[in-house]
């Protein structure tokens, strides 16, 4: 079992950054290709980035591509998503996911995927 808590969500201006963490405990944390979803209001959870095992790895929705970067630190246990260039349309619940221990997934842009998520973060950008 793996146990994510996110943090650092919060309300901004348009154009502004925020960078999400996500703390992991419970086991081995690089033993866990991640992944970043969100939800906005009305909407349907949707992919974000996803980060492999080593980090080495990183994949984006073409609606953040190059302007959010995901990145881990194994050592530290936890996942990370600098979000900059905020737009009003980024406002949602942010989740981070592991996938199922040992695998870097092709599939990494589906929820199946991923077994275990956090509760979720709140980003609200302003315009």
């Known amino acids: 079992q793996v146990q994510l808590v996110e943090s650092g969500g919060g309300l901004v201006q348009a154009g502004g950054s925020l960078r999400l963490s996500c703390a992991a405990s419970?086991?081995?944390?690089?033993?866990?290709?991640m992944g970043w979803f969100r939800q906005a209001p009305g909407k349907e959870r949707e992919f974000v980035a996803a980060?492999?095992?080593?980090?080495?790895?990183?994949y984006y929705a073409d609606s953040v591509k190059g302007r959010f970067t995901s990145s881990r630190d194994n050592a530290k246990n936890t996942l990370y998503l600098q979000m900059n260039s905020l737009k009003p349309d980024d406002t949602a619940v942010y989740y981070c996911?592991?996938?199922?221990?040992?695998?870097?997934?092709?599939?990494?842009?589906?929820?199946?995927?991923?077994?275990?998520w956090g509760q979720g973060t709140q980003v609200t950008v302003s315009s």
């Open positions: 996911a592991a996938q199922w221990a040992g695998r870097d997934s092709a599939y990494y842009r589906l929820e199946g995927t991923y077994a275990y």
């Open positions: 419970g086991r081995t944390f690089g033993n866990y290709a």
């Open positions: 980060i492999t095992r080593s980090g080495g790895n990183t």
